[in-house]
């Protein structure tokens, strides 16, 4: 893993100086007051090599203009109940803070379906949570701890996952490629629970493969982990799907609504809809059905190595006690 030196830091400080006009307003959303913070996480997404830095930096900030990103948090996507389906599909929520102020971001790995809507609906849905996270999720949480605070933990839950997942291979890769390439370095620790018993021999082969500095960010916890994540966070900030071992996870509290982090019901998604029904209205825009286009950047080559590989070696393992999903999520929410 590169280390970033001061160095580095004002070569590419003088190199943002020079960027046009519209590249520095949308800089400003993704910086939220902390541009060197923002600098240094782009460095460390490309080893210290500042050239590269740069060049991600500035397409990503072309690819924000060029699809409006800046707008995403004021297009709802209507009606209620069609959303409702979306967040039924795509599990993902806010479950709470760690000890040190980061927030909790919990993932449904193996329940997500990804078939109540199009593939541009998730996606547009996925980017809504990545700019809400950065634009007031952290700002807030900032604010409360008293320092800055910029990325988050995530707990994945590898419940029911099925070789038949594999069928949305092309939507997640999508979805990791923005995240690779625009929302780098946002997370601080992953925790897998949950996971199928032959899951460690698949992690055999596939975290030579990984960037280390994405391995140093996994934690493979026993069974639902809550042992280990109360050493991080509170009992209240745990996961719906942590919180009884044999639960079943996230299948478990689907039926609920006040601790299902992931139902549209849960108090961190009533404030994410409402923020953005609000935005629409603040900003004029007509609130119409539709899906927010967004345009997918391409993979990086090494990348789609790395998923074919992880695609191989999965089927030798087979579909026993469905692991057949669960290290690809660390690339689709892995940054």
């Excluded at 069609?82 to 803070?97: K, N, T």
């Excluded at 960037?211 to 050493?231: A, F, H, N, P, W």
């Amino acid at each position: 893993m590169a280390i970033v030196t001061e160095a580095m830091m004002k070569q590419f400080q003088s190199l943002m100086e020079g960027v046009d006009g519209p590249l520095k307003i949308t800089f400003k959303n993704v910086h939220q007051g902390y541009p060197t913070a923002t600098l240094k996480r782009f460095l460390k997404a490309r080893e210290g090599d500042v050239s590269k830095a740069y060049t991600m930096l500035v397409d990503c900030l072309n690819w924000r203009i060029q699809n409006k990103i800046d707008d995403i948090l004021a297009k709802p996507i209507v009606p209620t109940e069609f959303y409702r389906a979306v967040r039924d599909s795509q599990l993902i929520g806010l479950s709470g803070y760690s000890k040190e102020g980061l927030p909790i971001i919990a993932i449904g790995v193996g329940l997500s379906t990804y078939d109540k809507a199009s593939a541009q609906y998730y996606v547009q849905s996925h980017i809504q949570m990545n700019e809400y996270r950065d634009r007031v999720i952290l700002p807030s949480a900032t604010k409360k701890f008293e320092r800055h605070i910029s990325t988050c933990v995530k707990v994945l839950d590898m419940t029911g996952l099925k070789l038949s997942a594999l069928n949305q291979i092309k939507l997640l890769s999508d979805i990791s490629t923005i995240d690779d390439l625009n929302y780098p370095e946002k997370t601080d620790t992953y925790y897998i629970v949950n996971a199928p018993y032959v899951f460690s021999a698949c992690w055999k082969v596939v975290r030579p493969l990984l960037q280390e500095r994405t391995r140093k960010k996994v934690q493979v916890l026993s069974g639902c982990g809550v042992d280990e994540l109360l050493k991080i966070m509170d009992y209240a900030s745990l996961p719906h799907f942590c919180k009884r071992e044999g639960s079943g996870s996230s299948r478990h509290s689907r039926g609920g609504t006040t601790d299902n982090c992931f139902s549209l019901d849960h108090a961190f998604h009533q404030q994410l809809y409402n923020y953005i029904k609000q935005q629409a209205v603040v900003m004029g825009a007509p609130i119409k059905q539709g899906s927010f286009h967004v345009d997918f950047p391409e993979p990086n080559p090494k990348k789609s190595k790395i998923s074919e590989t992880i695609e191989s070696a999965f089927h030798r393992f087979g579909d026993r006690n469905g692991v057949s999903n669960s290290l690809r999520e660390l690339k689709i929410y892995g940054d």
